[in-house]
């Protein structure tokens, strides 16, 4: 069912909020835009400026591992302004009040720990570009580090200083594997819970997309909070198709 309006949204989410037991909440890009990270898939969004550069032509090519840290540096100034939003503090109110034991996000922002979640309660699916990693060893590199390479090599990406391997933010690109600990964690909240709660995403991604399909599945209740229409929204218990911070203000605890 499609709230009709802002105030009847708030008022079916605060009865399935009081009602609820534990609440997974499973949050995208959407939930971001307000604090300056623009997301994929809108008007304007990254998608329709630079498509994604697949994890195997990142694997392939210098060229490619090159533009991908251009891409990202060209970015820094806007991550690392980004402050959370009301969406994200009024999901870290439920995490405080013992409502959201964790948080799903497909999102790399790095917002949801800066909004007060413990960073082992937020399961980030896709990994987070606030720092890299080798490829080959693992070993983690802080995004100064492999700037100051960037720049004194001309901008070329620079390498693991112990075993060659190749450096890469720590997101999960397509065609990269996904993170198997988090997928678990990600499906373990997803049965739990009774109401599961997808905030800002198209629900077009797999296999993160799969997680609201199984909440409904497993008997919780789903309630999809996006502005735009996504493939579940016939499957939602309550669908809003409304702006994140309007409808989630109400909810914020200081
Ligand atoms: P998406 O871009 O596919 O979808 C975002 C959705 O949010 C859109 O349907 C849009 O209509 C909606 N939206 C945007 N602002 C909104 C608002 N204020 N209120 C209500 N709805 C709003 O994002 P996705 O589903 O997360 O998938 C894209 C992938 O890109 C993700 O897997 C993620 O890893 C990555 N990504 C992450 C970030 C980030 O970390 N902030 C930003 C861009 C992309």
């Not at 004194?152 to 990406?157: F, G, L, N, T, V």
Request: proline share 5%; glycine share 8%.
């Amino acid at each position: 069912m499609i709230a009709p309006d802002v105030e009847t949204a708030i008022d079916e989410l605060q009865e399935l909020v009081e009602a609820a037991r534990v609440i997974a909440p499973f949050t995208g890009a959407g939930i971001s835009t307000e604090c300056g990270i623009p997301d994929f898939r809108s008007p304007g969004g990254l998608w329709t400026k630079n498509k994604p550069i697949p994890f195997d032509e990142f694997l392939a090519s210098q060229e490619m591992r090159d533009e991908a840290w251009r891409r990202r540096f060209a970015m820094e100034a806007q991550f690392s302004a980004a402050r959370p939003g009301r969406g994200h503090l009024a999901l870290a109110s439920f995490y405080r009040a013992g409502k959201a034991p964790a948080v799903i996000t497909q999102n790399i922002d790095n917002l949801h720990q800066s909004s007060g979640i413990s960073a082992e309660h937020v399961i980030e699916l896709h990994g987070n570009n606030s720092y890299a990693l080798c490829l080959g060893c693992g070993k983690r590199y802080e995004l100064s580090w492999v700037r100051q390479r960037f720049t004194d090599a001309r901008e070329r990406a620079p390498d693991c200083a112990d075993c060659g391997g190749h450096i890469k933010t720590a997101t999960v690109s397509f065609g990269q594997a996904m993170p198997e600990r988090e997928m678990r964690r990600a499906e373990q909240l997803t049965l739990d819970c009774d109401l599961f709660l997808a905030v800002g995403s198209s629900l077009v991604v797999w296999p993160a997309a799969g997680f609201p399909l199984l909440a409904k599945r497993n008997g919780a209740r789903l309630v999809i909070i996006n502005r735009e229409a996504t493939e579940f929204d016939e499957i939602a218990d309550v669908v809003i198709r409304q702006d994140i911070g309007t409808v989630l203000s109400p909810f914020i605890v200081h």
